[in-house]
């Protein structure tokens, strides 16, 4: 296991160097730059500009010196926000992000294999139709639609919670409730139905049959047995879904107005801030390899089949 975990480690390096070498071509081989705007400025200011920030050299000399900045731990200078760097704007806004989508990825583990289980449990009853008709709801509703349908509800209609806003709002921890359930929806759908179908075959295992032979009871046989079972394929999808719920919640922080992290990689992608873009690129990608490192490290030792040298 620690060979296996020196190893993965290790590749994160390259995976991560294609990663930012992609990113950073993509974004300068298209149209357009970072000083374009809709009034041209003059010829002789542009080119300062570009000299100041070394736009105009070789595509291949911008990759050396952004590669070894990058590797020195700094993001570069925003060719936009002027008062700060990348660095700053990264992780001024990140916390916010990470803390709407743990809370986000937490409601929809909790609820949806709560939800999944009882499917299951009572198959064809029900329960099973009304979990599963929730699930089609979540996969079906994208957020920018959910969010403002609860925004009405909760907020307008009822007055339990506020529109919008974030912890530092006077109305503190409520204004994390509707984002988070929000951004929870698609995820709880689609958990909800993999417990479900998860459960439902390790249920008609030859190892559970036995045990329900045997007398044991029914609380037992699900939760010290069936449940082990039940959470790989589950595990396995928490890896990419965390990072998904991270840059999923763009939509949302507009949508709520949460200082995140989603606020900079939309106005840096229509600003054309390329180090900026770069910058969010690459903690995306920073979460989404560890996020599947640990889920393969956590999948080993749930199921004792799998073994790593």
């Known amino acids: 296991m620690t060979k296996y975990i020196i190893r993965r480690l290790l590749g994160v390096i390259p995976t991560l160097l294609v990663i930012i070498t992609i990113s950073f071509f993509i974004v300068r081989v298209a149209p357009g730059g970072p000083f374009d705007g809709e009034r041209a400025l003059p010829e002789v200011v542009k080119r300062n500009i570009e000299a100041k920030y070394h736009i105009n050299d070789p595509l291949l000399v911008q990759y050396g010196r952004y590669m070894f900045d990058v590797l020195r731990g700094d993001l570069g200078p925003s060719y936009r926000y002027k008062d700060h760097d990348v660095n700053f704007y990264i992780f001024e806004s990140l916390p916010n992000s990470m803390v709407l989508g743990v809370i986000a990825i937490s409601i929809s583990v ?165 180090t900026l873009i770069v910058g969010v690129v690459i903690v995306y990608s920073v979460i989404l390899v560890i996020m599947n490192f640990l889920v393969d490290i956590v999948y080993s030792l749930l199921d004792p089949r799998i073994t790593y040298t």
């Open 110 to 274: 909790i609820f949806g294999i709560l939800s999944g289980m009882l499917a299951a449990i009572h198959q064809n009853s029900w329960i099973d139709y009304l979990s599963m008709a929730l699930a089609v709801v979540g996969i079906s509703v994208p957020l920018f639609v959910i969010g403002p349908v609860l925004q009405y509800v909760f907020a307008m209609k009822l007055g339990w919670l506020p529109t919008s806003g974030w912890f530092s709002t006077g109305d503190g921890w409520k204004t994390v409730i509707l984002p988070a359930l929000t951004l929870a929806f698609a995820d709880f759908a689609t958990i909800a139905r993999l417990t479900r179908s998860s459960m439902l075959e390790t249920l008609r295992s030859d190892y559970i049959r036995t045990a329900k032979a045997k007398g044991m009871k029914s609380s037992s046989i699900i939760f010290k047995h069936a449940m082990k079972g039940t959470m790989l394929p589950i595990v396995s999808y928490l890896g990419p879904a965390f990072a998904g719920i991270i840059t999923g919640s763009v939509v949302v922080e507009q949508v709520f107005r949460i200082p995140g992290l989603g606020k900079f990689f939309v106005q840096s992608s229509f600003n054309r801030d390329y």
